[in-house]
Each structure stands twice: as C-alpha cells, then as structure tokens.
C-alpha cells in the first residue's frame, strides 16, 4: 500500500498530540493562513469529519458502557473510510489544502499504545481504511499529559470517554506519538505545544509553505 499522490493535487496536513495540547487553536491559525492567502481550505476531524462520522464519534466518546478494544480500533476504522473517502480524497483531488484534527496516528497512539492492541495491526487496519493514504506533513504538539489536563481542568467541560483515561494511559500515548515520529522525521513536524502560540504557528506556517512552494 502507498499513501503517493500524483504531485499536482492538493496538501494533507494533520495535527496530532494528546488531549487538551491545542491543536484546535493551531488548526485555526493555520486555516486563516492559508485562507488570507488566496487558498481553498477544507478543515476537518476524526472521529466524525461526516455525517457517519458523527454516528460513530457519539458511539466511541460517550457510550457509557465497555466498548471491547477491537471493537473500539474497527469504529475508528469505519469512521475514517468513510471520511477519507467522501470528504478528504475529493477534496485534495480538487487542489484544496485539507486540515485534519487528528488521523491515523491517533489510533495508533491509543488504541495501539494506550490499550491491548499491537500497533502493527492498528496501523495497518487504518491503512486498509484509508486505502495507504498518509498525510503530506502531519504535526505533533508534544506536551507533558501533567500540564495538557491542567488545560482540560480550567476549560471546565465535562470530560469525555478518553479523556477520563488514567495519567499512565496518557503518558503511553504520549510516547507513542513521540515514537510514530522519531520513524517517520520526514513527515513529522514536532514541536513542543507548551511554546507560546504564535511561535507554534509560525513553525506550522513555515513547514506547510515549504511544502506548497
Ligand atoms: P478529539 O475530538 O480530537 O478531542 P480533543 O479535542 O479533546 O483532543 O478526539 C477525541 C478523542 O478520540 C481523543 O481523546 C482521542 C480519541 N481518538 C482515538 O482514540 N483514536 C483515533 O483514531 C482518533 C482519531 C481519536
């Protein structure tokens, strides 16, 4: 499987990292960026970038009840062939630049790392998924799980089914996304999320404008 697209389509750019480490915030600079600059955005999410989508986000964020582990990886699945398929391959088949809140290295972080499953298999279910498809950039904002759930705390939401996950489960994810980069440096942009915003974006910008030149 190969995630290659012919050059002259649009860019993949994912934001990945833990709970509560700004990747909306960083999502949202970006979008205005690129929009200021004349390009089409489409900014998106899993799980529940569709309509489907939102079906099954509902199901594996809020179901009260246990959710066996496979059955939790295939939800996740489902959600992104769905999306991929509907939302994200029409979009960069048109030329946009598509932003996505988190993609298959989040599976691999916390259903892989985080819970039973092997990451091998994970990775490959989301492959299978996503028919190879890998982002162009995909950004990882790395910060300490200590400091990530003092920013949920003073959000003041209720937390959701991962979210609620122990410290130690937080602190496997967070190595995980530190590993699936050190792996991958090509495609990987790292950057410490406890630096101010603006520097942060400025980094974003800099990475995905290389790559649009
Ligand atoms: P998200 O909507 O990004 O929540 P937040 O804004 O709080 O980061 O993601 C919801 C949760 O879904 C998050 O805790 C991580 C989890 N998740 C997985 O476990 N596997 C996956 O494949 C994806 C995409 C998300």
């Known amino acids: ?30 979008q ?56 994200v391959r029409p979009a960069l088949a048109r030329g946009d630049v598509v932003i996505q809140d988190r993609y298959l290295d989040s599976s691999v972080a916390y259903q892989g790392a985080g819970r039973v499953l092997g990451r091998d298999e994970v990775r490959d279910l989301s492959l299978w998924a996503a028919e190879g498809l890998l982002p162009d950039v995909t950004v990882l904002l790395d910060l300490d799980p200590a400091a990530a759930r ?25 190595a995980e996304f530190l590993a699936l980069a050190a792996a991958e440096p090509d495609r990987f942009l790292v950057l410490d999320a406890a630096l101010p915003s603006s520097e942060l974006a400025a980094a974003v910008r800099d990475r995905v404008a290389a790559l649009l030149s």
Not at 2 to 20: A, K, Y
């Open 1 to 30: 499987m190969t995630g290659e697209r012919p050059r002259s389509t649009g860019l993949f750019v994912t934001f990945e990292g833990g709970d509560g480490v700004g990747k909306t915030t960083q999502a949202s600079l970006l």
């Open 32 to 87: 205005s960026w690129l929009t200021d600059a004349g390009r089409t955005v489409v900014r998106t999410r899993e799980p529940g970038g569709s309509e489907v989508g939102l079906l099954i986000r509902d199901i594996v964020l809020h179901h009260r009840g246990e959710v066996s582990p496979r059955a939790e990886a295939l939800l996740y699945a489902a959600d992104r062939a769905h999306h991929i398929e509907t939302v």
């Open 150 to 174: 003092a920013r949920l705390d003073a959000d003041d939401k209720p937390f959701d089914r991962l979210e609620a996950e122990k410290e130690s489960f937080h602190a496997r994810v967070r």
